[in-house]
């Protein structure tokens, strides 16, 4: 079974650029998280969705980031404009359930 | 709202000796889910608590989860340099939330 695929892996800018993250879950997971996790701490979730409508987006900044999941399927998150605090490890997971979560890689994201 | 907290912040073992993590809720939780994250590398689920009192074992590690639901623990027996890495725990009463975790080094 083929895991929770992300792209970039990496990704530099200079601060107020925007930027764009794609997850593509496990196939048949109707869960979709996106994470961030800043060094030295825990992921924390700022957005989730079940299909393809958010169920929890209470710790995303909406000012400056945006998520969708249009079909059901993929997912982008994107930050415009990113500040440096926005440097961290972007975590998608997707799980069967709301509960068991499966992780990708992650994107790491530097702020300059 | 609810925070999850992890003790200690990091520990160093000696390969061969036991070590304990804790992990304390400010609200009673439904459930409680482990992961571990090896350096550089992503989280990967380990298993979930629900009872109160729950007692779980998987070959070297035995997971708690407290009678009151708000704290759970991590044991690890025999410690071994596969054991190296971050291990989280994330409690869910509304919504789940990680604690800092528990980075541990091991010394051969």
């Known amino acids: 079974e083929a895991g929770v695929a992300q792209s970039p892996r990496y990704k530099i800018i200079e601060k107020r650029q925007s930027v764009a993250f794609w997850c593509n879950p496990i196939?048949?997971?109707?869960?979709l998280y996106w994470y961030q996790q800043i060094l030295g701490q825990g992921p924390k979730l700022l957005i989730q969705?079940?299909?393809?409508?958010?169920?929890?987006d209470s710790q995303l900044p909406k000012d400056r980031f945006s998520a969708e999941r249009l079909k059901g399927v993929d997912s982008t998150l994107k930050i415009q404009p990113a500040k440096l605090e926005d440097s961290a490890v972007y975590l998608c997971a997707s799980s069967p359930h709301p509960e068991t979560q499966y992780f990708g890689p992650g994107t790491r994201l530097l702020v300059l | 709202g609810q925070q999850v907290m992890q003790i200690p912040q990091y520990q160093h073992v000696q390969e061969g000796e036991d070590f304990t993590t804790y992990c304390n809720s400010s609200t009673t939780l439904s459930n409680i889910q482990w992961y571990k994250q090896r350096p550089g590398g992503h989280p990967v689920f380990l298993i979930q608590?629900?009872?109160?009192?729950e007692v779980k074992k998987q070959k070297r590690l035995t997971f708690q989860f407290g009678e009151a639901k708000k704290n759970s623990s991590l044991h690890i027996t025999a410690t071994q340099t596969t054991d190296v890495g971050t291990y989280f725990c994330a409690g869910r009463d509304y919504k789940l939330s990680f604690g800092a975790g528990t980075t541990v080094t091991v010394r051969a």
């Open positions: 969705f079940q299909n393809n409508g958010v169920v929890d």
């Open positions: 196939s048949g997971h109707a869960t």
């Open positions: 608590l629900v009872k109160s009192g």
